[in-house]
């Protein structure tokens, strides 16, 4: 599991991750946001209605779920890790940083992973960005500063003020961990 304050880098280090290892493959997540520009059902997200979304919590379909600042609701179903399995893969969330502490809760053998970023660096690349607005963009700001109070609670912590650096601590970390299951016995 990757997680980390918003602007942290997460995506972009993640994306590094899996063209760079084998046999890795990041979950897509169930949102109740409205859909951006370009963004594709199934692709970057599995876009729910606030009613479907519901249903399925109430069903037991999702592994987390969180209501985020924006009133949006993101979660990990159930479903997407048993897809990537079946494919002979590694499920990689991307998590918010208290659905990856549920998720370690609920299996704590999950290796968490926290990407870290000074708090300036979180707001210069939430306003580059631009998809949010400034009273969001505040309460991600808001948010991030909690965050990153918590990052003691995740196995590894891996600070992104330097993009290959970063990249190269989070792909060395996966592959060892891959090695290490690998090796396990009944694997």
Avoid at 6 to 27: C, F, N, P, R, Y
Wanted: charged share 35%.
């Amino acid at each position: 599991m990757v997680t980390g304050p918003s602007g942290a880098g997460k995506g972009t280090l993640i994306h590094e991750l899996v063209e760079q290892v084998d046999g890795v493959e990041v979950t897509v997540s169930a949102t109740t946001r409205l859909r951006r520009r370009g963004e594709q059902d199934g692709r970057e997200y599995r876009f729910l209605s606030a009613a479907d979304f519901l249903a399925a919590v109430e069903r037991g379909e999702f592994l987390e779920q969180v209501e985020y600042v924006s009133g949006h609701r993101y979660g990990t179903l159930r479903s997407e890790l048993d897809r990537i399995r079946r494919a002979g893969k590694v499920p990689l969330l991307e998590l918010e940083t208290e659905g990856a502490l549920r998720v370690k809760h609920e299996m704590p053998d999950a290796v968490t992973i926290f990407i870290s970023a000074s708090v300036d660096e979180l707001e210069r690349r939430l306003r580059e960005r631009a998809t949010e607005s400034a009273g969001e963009i505040d309460e991600r700001i808001a948010l991030a500063r909690k965050q990153l109070e918590q990052a003691g609670e995740f196995d590894h912590v891996i600070e992104n003020d330097d993009l290959e650096r970063a990249v190269g601590e989070l792909t060395g970390l996966v592959r060892g961990l891959l090695r290490s299951a690998a090796t396990m016995p009944g694997r």
